[in-house]
């Protein structure tokens, strides 16, 4: 029996960083607890200081299936290599013919980089590209494959 996972990022910007990542994976902001029609309407429930807010931010898989990413405000910047890194694996994967594949990367490379993120190498396999290593608007590196 496998055990439910979710991911932490922490960042500056949490709602901002989460609004990034949204579009990257296809996620939603997880909605509100049960009996509140907004985060909002639950943080003034629970008398969370307005400027508490954007101390964390949620997104979930609309399709239920894939783990949930919170996004933590930390005080301190990022300051080397991830250790560990997601693959957005926009191209369908090294199974896909690299024809289909390494269009759908570039695409999704190209919209990563209008919201923000960076392209910091390309790498190739066999003479011709294969994946794409970026950093998101607050500098953590994930691949596009």
């Not at 985060?39 to 200081?49: G, L, N, R």
Request: proline fraction near 9%; charged fraction near 25%; aromatic fraction near 10%.
């Amino acid at each position: 029996m496998s055990t439910e996972w979710s991911l932490t990022i922490d960042c500056a910007d949490p709602a901002a960083l989460a609004e990034f990542w949204a579009l990257a994976l296809g996620y939603a902001r997880k909605p509100p607890p049960a009996g509140f029609a907004s985060w909002e309407e639950w943080f003034v429930h629970h008398d969370v200081p307005e400027d508490e807010w954007n101390d964390g931010a949620y997104l979930s898989d609309p399709d239920g299936t894939g783990p949930s990413l919170s996004f933590m405000k930390v005080p301190e910047p990022k300051t080397a290599k991830n250790r560990l890194h997601l693959d957005v694996q926009a191209g369908g994967g090294r199974e896909t013919p690299w024809e289909t594949r390494w269009p759908r990367v570039a695409e999704t490379v190209a919209k990563l980089e209008a919201a923000g993120g960076t392209v910091l190498q390309e790498y190739e396999l066999r003479g011709r590209p294969d994946h794409v290593m970026m950093a998101d608007p607050e500098g953590h590196e994930f691949c596009v494959l």
